[in-house]
């Protein structure tokens, strides 16, 4: 199911050099009418618009592109993120776990590693919470995570009913 953001992305073309479609929308005005809950952020030189979905479309240097998986900050899904550092986990207690993601795995990958490495897998329910954060210290990455809203569910492959 795609994103909000990729459904606007979808409706000027997906190419981040329209800003008005052949209806006549402009992108600054659907994303605004899309979302209630709706946060439009500077960052530096970076416009992001934040739908309730937590996917964004960022604008930078008059080009706009979807925003990375992943990423907390702006960068473009076209050019991947390069600010998601740690992987964070929540088990089913609530409580915090990070690590730093290693050059050359997912965060998936490292989620699941973590989560075999403190055990958590031995449980009786394999749900657990991840995410991933624009910092490299997991002590600052579990704080973080703490304070977000938007998690992702996975389930330990294997492990599904």
């Not at 600010?83 to 915090?96: L, S």
Request: net charge negative; charged share 30%; hydrophobic share 35%.
């Amino acid at each position: 199911m795609p994103t909000i953001a990729e459904e606007i992305a979808t409706r000027f073309e997906n190419d981040g050099s329209i800003f008005e479609n052949e209806a006549g929308e402009k992108i600054a005005e659907v994303c605004m009418e899309e979302s209630d809950q709706l946060q439009a952020e500077k960052q530096g030189e970076a416009l992001i618009w934040v739908f309730d979905d937590n996917s964004a479309i960022v604008e930078i240097n008059g080009v706009w592109d979807v925003r990375a998986d992943g990423c907390t900050a702006h960068c473009w899904a076209g050019a991947g993120c390069s600010c998601a550092k740690c992987v964070v986990v929540k088990d089913r207690f609530g409580d915090v776990h990070a690590k730093t993601i290693s050059e050359g795995t997912t965060a998936l990958d490292e989620a699941i590693d973590l989560v075999e490495r403190l055990g958590l897998n031995d449980q009786e329910e394999n749900e657990f919470d991840y995410g991933v954060v624009a910092t490299d210290d997991p002590g600052a990455a579990r704080l973080m995570w703490s304070q977000r809203t938007d998690e992702s569910e996975f389930t330990l492959p294997g492990t599904e009913d």
